[in-house]
């Protein structure tokens, strides 16, 4: 396992942009599949977005994030981000990062073994 921590939540207005930032220990990052998760106060976790480990790296979205949100990672930095655009209310969460060797266990399982703490995300009008 890793040890996840996110930074870079906080409070913006609608059509705003915030980037996130998830710093991950161990000499392995580079083998680790990374993703974001969310939840809102009385709704389930659910997948952002997810990017796969390997020279080629695959991403994927969540339909409702597609075309606004974009992961990256920085393999020398042990850092994975995930700037966010044209925010909206609904965008209102807890965002929470997440590593594991299999993709799958994002975009299939949704149950990858590494969690980071979380940081709020807040988007008003």
């Known amino acids: 396992q890793v040890q996840l921590v996110e930074s870079g939540g906080g409070s913006v207005q609608a059509g705003g942009s915030l980037r996130l930032f998830c710093a991950a220990s161990g000499r392995t990052f580079s083998s680790y599949a990374m993703g974001w998760f969310r939840q809102a106060p009385g709704k389930e976790r659910e997948l952002v977005a997810a990017i796969s480990s390997g020279g080629t790296y695959y991403a994927y979205y969540a339909d409702f994030v597609r075309g606004r949100f974009t992961i990256s990672r920085d393999n020398a930095k042990n850092t994975v981000y995930l700037q966010m655009n044209g925010l909206k209310p609904e965008d209102t969460a807890v965002y929470y990062c997440?590593?594991?060797?299999?993709?799958?266990?994002?975009?299939?399982?949704?149950?990858?073994?590494?969690w980071g703490q979380g940081t709020q995300v807040t988007v008003s009008l």
């Open positions: 997440a590593a594991d060797e299999a993709l799958r266990r994002f975009t299939v399982v949704r149950a990858p073994s590494s």
